[in-house]
């Protein structure tokens, strides 16, 4: 058959169209446009090992804590030299300890090793508490002869006394029993403060390891806090005495009561009646006698009131300086007066 032949127009246009369907047939098929993709928030950092010594500032005879967050595991360490026996605390790990009323003024360095994790290097973290000068005051009592110069019999009852104070100081160490900041026993003014150089009729030279506070007889004594009655019990010196176990190795004593109100074994919360006030043992009047001893260590009542168990979650501060100072806490505000 025959076939007229194209002409030259004709030609091209069939041509243009040939190139148009293969350059579609090149384009890949169209894709559905992704929603965006929702926002993440960065994961958090790791918190790195960190030191909180309370108080900055301390003076001989004063309590220490010494906090350490951001760790798996129990950490050891050293203040002044002396072994700090840190128990699991709010998240990380504390250690209650005290300072010498014998320590001269300077600077006192705390050391703590972090134990490793996952592979890692022990941390070492270093503080250092400025101790000043205490001031202690010096004072002259007059009590009866037979407390400076005691009967063979008088101290035969003085060593019992002093193995019964012993026994109640030998508790386990362990993870503290309160759930809040220490306060006063009772509000009452400061007769005789912590760290007294004392001489008794002349003689007898002794520091007072405690703090009096004012009271006529039978008016009530608290618990500075929760705890468990360790001693119950009258004493040649002390007169009638508890005393309550708070873990941590921390202790508060209650002297000279007129009567106790708690048995042995009591467990106790802050602000429960331990007592009565009195003048029992070796006193010059109706008083309360508080002490505390924290690590086998004697130390003033009112600057335990000031340490903050529970502070506020605080940053992790940079590797060159572990340290932080955290804010003080003080409940009640007896005043210091005249004996």
């Known amino acids: 058959m025959y076939e007229r032949p194209m002409s030259a127009p004709r030609l091209v246009l069939v041509a243009l169209l040939a190139t148009c369907i293969e350059a579609a047939a090149a384009q890949p098929a169209p894709v559905a446009e992704k929603a965006p993709a929702e926002p993440t928030l960065p994961s958090a950092p790791e918190t790195r090992p960190h030191l909180i010594l309370q108080p900055g500032t301390a003076k001989p005879g004063d309590p220490v804590l010494v906090t350490v967050r ?20 709010q998240g990380g790990a504390m250690a ?6 014998d320590l001269a003024p300077g600077r006192v360095d705390v050391k703590v090793t972090v134990p490793a994790s996952r592979g890692a290097a022990p941390v070492e973290l270093t503080g250092t508490l400025e101790v000043i000068p205490p001031g202690y005051p010096e004072r002259e009592l007059r009590v009866a002869s037979k407390y400076v110069d005691p009967s063979k019999e008088l101290k035969a009852r003085m060593e019992a006394d002093r193995r019964a104070f012993a026994i109640a100081f030998a ?13 006063w026993p009772r509000p009452a003014t400061i007769t005789a403060p912590f760290g007294d150089r004392r001489s008794f009729n002349g003689k007898l030279q002794s520091q007072h390891f405690g703090t009096d506070l004012d009271g006529a007889t039978g008016e009530p004594i608290l618990a500075a806090n929760d705890g468990v009655v360790v001693m119950t019990r009258e004493n040649q010196a002390a007169g009638n005495t508890v005393i309550i176990h708070h873990g941590g190795g921390l202790f508060t004593t209650y002297f000279h009561m007129s009567r106790i109100l708690v048995k042995n074994g009591a467990k106790v919360k802050q602000g429960d009646r331990l007592g009565l006030v009195g003048k029992t043992g070796r006193v010059t009047g109706p008083h309360l006698h508080w002490g505390v001893k924290v690590d086998d260590l004697w130390v003033d009542g009112q600057s335990l009131l000031k340490l903050d168990f529970f502070p506020a979650p605080l940053a992790a501060p940079s590797p060159a300086s572990p340290s932080l100072a955290a804010p003080s ?11």
């Open 329 to 339: 806490l003080a409940h009640g505000s007896p005043e210091l007066g005249n004996p």
């Open 171 to 183: 508790q386990p160490l362990q993870a503290p029993f309160f759930g809040q900041n220490f306060a």
């Open 96 to 101: 209650i300890s005290g300072l010498s009323v």
């Open 70 to 89: 951001g760790l798996t595991g129990l950490p050891t360490g050293t203040l002044g030299g002396r072994a700090l026996r840190f128990v699991p605390w």
